[in-house]
């Protein structure tokens, strides 16, 4: 159960995870909780849920591979794109603009500041 009350079920293991650097050097990390969501819930909305394991927790992939992580989504459609990206580890460099990202109670927060489709920008007061 987490701090909100939401609940998951899940199937969880250990799992050994490879990465390779830009560098062409390979990292193994061991032991990394990793699992498929079956049900999850917010309690705060009733609604489904999805999560990844980006928390502090000791088990979670961003604790083993040094608490820092950055991700781009571009076009998420195209397989080719090339700039769909999560980053991981202490080699991250931040470029470009970011999301604030706030804990408070055990949840995780980020402030949404626009939705655009096809380059036409949302007004904020649909969201």
């Known amino acids: 159960m987490h701090a909100d009350y ?20 390979t990292i193994i990390i061991t032991e990394v909780m990793f699992g498929c969501g079956l049900v999850n819930i917010r ?14 927790s000791v088990d979670s992939v961003v604790y083993k591979l040094g608490s820092r992580f950055s991700y781009c989504i571009g076009n998420i459609l195209d397989p080719s794109y090339s700039f769909n ?32 489709r096809l380059r036409r920008r949302k007004t904020k007061h649909i969201f």
């Open 85 to 116: 990206r999560l980053t991981i580890g202490e080699g991250v460099t931040v470029e470009g603009y970011s999301t604030p990202y706030e804990t408070d109670g055990g949840s995780s927060y980020i402030t949404l500041e626009g939705i655009a």
């Open 6 to 25: 939401s609940t998951a079920e899940a199937v969880i293991a250990p799992e050994h995870l490879q990465f390779e650097t830009p560098g062409e050097d």
């Open 43 to 56: 309690k705060s909305t009733g609604k489904w849920d999805g999560v990844f394991g980006l928390g502090d």
